[in-house]
């Protein structure tokens, strides 16, 4: 599939104004990274449809229609935008805990552990009775079945995933449950008088707009990112207690300004129920039911605050019996049959689906289900605002990197696409911009869609988690 046909099914999914297809340009296709998926047309797509949907909320406002463009080689730039992060023309600390990486089990599979976070390595440790190690954790698996261990490390509410086959894959329920999801859900549930999609002045597509993001990583701050750069007032919350990687805070806080609330505590809560009543989008990336529990579920802020946006992201969708299990990217990537097919592409096999099919597992060249998930949500969360403006009412906003890994998967193959020569950061010189910040002068992808008339840019730097006050400006 071509980023074009991407783009206008995308667009036809989330029920937008047909004639504004009319105003975009996409330039490129794949392959442009070494990979068998259309990994150009994902991230050409999801960014082109955010672009878009951004001038669209211009035109409700302004009534000025303007012109769109994406080019491939930019988007897969903004996709793989941690790779790229300098920070005062140093490269930044190691993004992977060194435990963090594919093992072989006891049975010839492979299953991969996620230990960036301090809770999430001592308690793989702790299952697998050894030392924090590299050496010592990889044999430690090996006294495991695949399967078994895959098992153990979820019902310790642990990060890991068996890496699967995508006919594997398609047979578990939690890939039934989801098989008739749509890639993005935009639900009406509230009703609430037309809006404007901003407040105040007309200078950029979400000039006004309030945003809080409670989320963490990557797909979920890229949301928040991507509508700061087209002139909302982001607001991440963290919680103080909760882990952080420096280098994602840096790339993705850009246009941000940053707070902590601690919402085991009540004043906290209270603190987040004031600011949620002001705001127009409710950007959350925590598992499923998480923070419902607190009463920042959906139907709770809407019936607080009409006409608000709420926006949820998860791992491996919001129904069956995984939806709290937690995920990242790569092991999203895993689990689902993405890496099982890199990987058997790249070493030539084309042996039974049960056959040991390589030696050296394979991810995708980006964490393509994180940024593509986050251009989705941010998408999302303005055509709800554009719906808002035009209908009314409140609306709730789903998506998950399972299903943009489905996705990807339906878009087809490129036969010897991961042969295709692979970008260094020397390549990329054009695509990039720097600005100061408290952390040094950075040096990062710039937002790659461009528009006409409202030129995407970041207002403020990056800055340490807790840096401003709890309140809107």
């Known amino acids: 599939m071509t980023p074009r046909l991407a783009l206008e099914h995308l667009w036809s999914l989330a029920e937008c104004e047909p004639a504004a297809l009319d105003s975009i340009h996409l330039k490129g296709n794949d392959p442009a990274l070494p990979s068998v998926y259309r990994v150009g047309a994902l991230a050409a797509s999801t960014i082109a449809a955010a ?6 909320c211009f035109r409700l406002r302004t009534g000025c229609r303007q012109r769109v463009e994406v080019d491939v080689r930019r988007a897969l730039v903004a996709f793989r935008s941690e790779r790229y992060l300098r920070v005062n023309d140093d490269l930044p600390p190691e993004l992977r805990h060194p435990v963090t990486g594919f093992y072989a089990t006891r049975d010839g599979r492979w299953i991969q552990l996620h230990t960036n976070f301090p809770h999430h390595l001592h308690g793989v440790l702790a299952v697998l009775g050894c030392k924090n190690r590299r050496e010592a954790v990889a044999e430690a698996i090996r006294g495991w079945d695949g399967a078994a261990l895959d098992t153990a490390l979820a019902d310790a509410g642990l990060c890991a995933a068996l890496i699967r086959s995508p006919r594997e894959w398609a047979a578990l329920p939690q890939a039934r449950a989801i098989a008739d999801l749509p890639l993005i859900e935009i639900e009406r549930i509230g009703d609430a008088p037309p ?12 000039a006004g707009v309030r945003v809080l993001d409670l989320s963490r990583i990557i797909a979920g701050p890229v949301a928040g990112r991507a509508l700061a750069h087209h002139g909302a007032d982001v607001l991440l919350v963290n919680g103080p207690h909760l882990p952080n990687i420096e280098p994602l805070v840096i790339d993705n806080g850009r246009g941000k300004r940053s707070t902590t609330l601690d919402l085991r505590e009540a004043a906290a809560c209270d603190t987040l129920h004031a600011l949620a009543t002001d705001a127009d989008v409710f950007l959350q990336a925590y598992r499923p039911g998480a923070l419902a529990e607190r009463g920042f579920g959906p139907q709770a802020l809407a019936a607080r605050r009409p006409g608000m946006v709420y926006v949820s992201i998860c791992a491996y969708g919001h ?15 895993s689990a689902s049959g993405i890496v099982w097919t890199e990987s058997r592409a790249a070493a030539g096999s084309r042996g039974a689906a049960g056959d040991p099919p390589f030696d050296a597992p394979r991810h995708l060249p980006c964490q393509a289900l994180d940024h593509g998930t986050g251009y989705l949500a941010a998408f999302g969360a303005m055509a709800a605002l554009a719906r ?3 209908e009314g009412g409140s609306w709730h906003v789903r998506v998950s990197l399972a299903q943009t890994g489905r996705w990807l998967q339906s878009l087809g193959q490129i036969e010897e696409g991961w042969r295709t020569p692979d970008v260094t950061f020397n390549d990329v010189g054009d695509c990039l911009e720097t600005m100061d910040s408290p952390f040094g002068r950075v040096r990062a992808a710039a937002p790659a869609e461009r528009l006409s008339e409202t030129p995407p840019f970041y207002a403020r730097p990056p800055v340490p988690i807790g840096t401003d006050e709890a309140r809107w400006h």
């Not at 672009?51 to 669209?56: V, W």
């Not at 809006?195 to 979400?206: H, I």
């Not at 069956?320 to 092991?331: E, I, K």
């Open 195 to 206: 809006q404007p999609p901003g407040r105040g002045g007309t200078d950029r597509p979400l």
């Open 319 to 333: 129904t069956g019996p995984w939806a709290r299990r937690r995920g990242f990217d790569s092991l999203v990537q």
């Open 388 to 390: 808002r403006a035009k």
């Open 51 to 56: 672009g878009l949907a951004a001038a669209e």
